[in-house]
Every structure is written in C-alpha cells, then in structure tokens.
C-alpha cells in the first residue's frame, strides 16, 4: 500500500486561485452585511407590532416604517368594532397583525441563517406591502418602503456572493 502525500500549493497555483486571493476580510464583511439586511425585517415586524398596539390604544400616531398589511388589518378591524361594538374583534385583529409581523420575523430569522427562501418571499412581501402605500398615495412610507427594499436586496447580493465564494473549491484539482 502506497501513501500519496499531497504537495502544498505553489505561489503561483495560490495566486491564480481566485478563493485564495479573496481575504477572509471579504467573507466577514459579506456576513455582515448579510446580517444588517437581514435584521430590517425584524425592525419591519416590531415596529409593525408597536403601531397596532398604539392602533388599538386610541393613539392617532403611526410610524411610516410599519407594514400596510397591518395598518390595513387594523383599519378594516376598527371599523368592524365601531359597526358591532364587539371586542372579540380586537382581539381577532391584533392576531391577525401579530401573525403578519411573525412572519417578517420570520423572514428575519431565515435570513439571518444565510437562507436565500427568507430574503427572497421577503422581499416579494414586503414589495407587494409597498403598493398598499402607493394605492393610498403614501408617499413618505412608500419611500421608505423602497429605501429598504434597497438595503434588503443588498443583504441577498452579498448571500449570492458568499454563497458562490464558498462554492468555488480552495486548491484547484490536480
């Protein structure tokens, strides 16, 4: 039985590697940014939460950084509770915009696991979240909504690169 002892590299096989010459400063910048996009739909869901429970409180103040979805979930169940006078319906309704926000949460969680599915429905969810604000001539929260598609989708970018970085073999085959 013959033992076949692998040959470091040579330098000139190690610079022509493209995954050799990309430091690992870029691999833990790419996570980083990962997680920054990443953690805006956490940010989307809790601030989504804060304004259907100021909503339900009788506060007139909104924050333009929540969901359409749950503003117009509370809309809709606050003029049910006005025709009905039924507090089962609040109760109904807050649930309904708690699962909303769970599931940007939970767009959140997917992405932070490096899950490209998590930045993808995401940002399916959250454009179509954006047109809600555009039907209303929102634009300020419209605006928004386009300013963190645009930080979310870098989030996917730097998945797909890190994703083709870890792809690419270390030492070419021989």
């Known amino acids: 039985m013959e033992v076949q002892v692998q040959q470091p590299p040579t330098q000139e096989q190690v610079q022509q590697t493209p995954s050799i010459k990309t430091p690992s400063v870029d691999r833990i910048a790419l996570r980083a940014k990962i997680k920054t996009s990443a953690n805006w739909f956490y940010w989307l869901a809790g601030l989504s939460v804060l304004n259907t429970i100021l909503v339900h409180s009788g506060v007139e103040i909104a924050f333009i950084f929540g969901l359409g979805f749950t503003q117009v979930a509370d809309g809709i169940v606050l003029g049910l509770i006005e025709a009905t006078q039924s507090s089962i319906i609040m109760i109904v309704g807050m649930m309904i915009s708690m699962m909303i926000a769970g599931a940007f949460a939970l767009f959140g969680f997917l992405a932070n696991k490096h899950q490209k599915l ?12 954006a047109l809600i604000f555009l039907l209303f001539a ?7 909504h386009i300013f963190a598609l645009w930080r979310i989708s870098s989030g996917y970018k730097a998945l797909s690169k890190l994703q083709a970085a870890s792809a690419t073999p270390a030492f070419p085959e021989q």
């Open 118 to 129: 998590g930045f993808l429905v995401g940002l399916i969810f959250y454009c179509l979240d």
């Open 138 to 144: 929102e634009w300020i929260s419209f605006g928004f």
